[in-house]
């Protein structure tokens, strides 16, 4: 039986809540390729089964839930996930906050977003390398120290020994034998577990996450498509932070088991919700309030947040400039000071909330 998350417990380490919002926030529309490539497939779609702890927190900590909305607040551009961008000289372009899950209620546009969608004659996602299997798959072979172990390390080399035992039944659990993960990065394996069952189903069945799924319909319809980073970037960046972050997340996420699910039904929730201002304050309560903690997290939000805000911004520039543009990202690159929304004001564009 499924045993409940209580926002309140305190066990999960900050590893568990960051790798689980790194996968699931960040890193899924590329890693949507991979999973279809490991050839896992359900015969039928399971039931999604997670529950909201938002709603849950307001019986059982409604002090905290207050917290984090007085926090949300003072967030700049913490609400809206359709933002219109102008300039003098070019026509209007729209920028839309993207969750990468294959999800239903994800997957369908509101109807602000989806007029804008239907107006532009160029639509820009974070990559567009996972369009491209022979590409993606050529990105894998020319740098393989970033997905997996190309010297004598191997997972459980890294693993502390009380949780080797552990980590072998929980994989086993799931269809993975240990011996067949070995060589794996652990941040790729912790991304490959993460998920709920209806969503790796959904997947492994080739349904694709919400950027993809607006790329498509880009290329059918005859839009110019472009991208704003590479998949090898991404990599590049989630391989990144520290190892022992990435391997207390694959054992903290293991030993979580079918929780992840209350975890991303949250972030759904809240994502359906356009509040995403709420997201970091969100897990900042439910996150340990350690000195370890702190340090993970600030990495964690420099490394996958900031640094990748400015980047998508200054690749933006080309396709506002030349107008009618829909650019997607994922929805926790828009809010803040230094979310993408601001850097572009800073840039010159006026940006407004258009949902």
């Not at 809240?270 to 309030?289: D, Q, R, V």
């Not at 000195?291 to 900031?306: H, L, N, P, R």
């Amino acid at each position: 039986m499924k045993k409940p998350v209580a926002i309140a417990d305190r066990a999960a380490s900050v590893s568990l809540w960051l790798v689980a919002l790194a996968n699931i926030l960040f890193l899924l529309a590329f890693l949507a390729t991979l999973l279809a490539l490991s050839g896992r497939a359900e015969a039928a779609t399971p039931v999604c089964s997670g529950k909201n702890l938002i709603e849950e927190m307001a019986t059982s900590d409604p002090a905290a839930l207050d917290r984090i909305r007085a926090e949300a607040a003072k967030t700049p551009n913490g609400a809206g996930l359709l933002w219109k961008i102008e300039k003098e000289g070019a026509e209007p372009s729209f920028l839309f906050g993207t969750m990468h899950m294959t999800d239903p209620r994800v997957v369908t546009l509101p109807a602000s977003a989806q007029a804008a969608f239907d107006a532009s004659s160029t639509v820009v996602i974070e990559t567009t390398d996972v369009l491209d299997q022979k590409k993606m798959m050529a990105s894998f072979a020319s740098n393989p120290e970033l997905m997996m172990f190309t010297d004598k390390t191997t997972l459980t080399s890294l693993l502390p020994p009380e949780d080797k035992t552990m980590v072998e039944e929980a994989l086993a659990k799931r269809g993975i034998p240990l011996a067949s993960v070995i060589k794996m990065k652990p941040w790729v394996l912790s991304a490959m577990i993460a998920l709920p069952a209806c969503e790796l189903a959904r997947k492994s069945a080739g349904e694709p996450v919400l950027d993809i799924n607006l790329a498509r319909q880009a290329e059918s319809a005859g839009k110019e498509l472009g991208g704003l980073e590479t998949a090898k970037s991404q990599l590049e960046a989630m391989a990144s932070l520290p190892l022992e972050f990435h391997v207390e997340g694959l054992v903290e996420t293991l030993r979580l088991g079918d929780g992840i699910d209350d975890v991303i039904e949250t972030m759904i929730d809240i994502y359906l919700s356009g509040e995403t201002g709420m997201f970091w304050p969100f897990f900042e309560t439910a996150l340990p309030s350690g000195e370890d903690g702190k340090s993970g997290y600030s990495a964690f939000e420099e490394t996958m947040i900031t640094a990748r805000n400015g980047v998508m911004a200054r690749e933006a520039k080309p396709f506002l400039d030349t107008g009618r543009a829909f650019i997607a990202v994922g929805a926790l690159h828009l809010p803040g000071s230094e979310g993408v929304i601001e850097q572009l004001r800073k840039e010159g564009y006026t940006v407004t909330r258009a949902d």
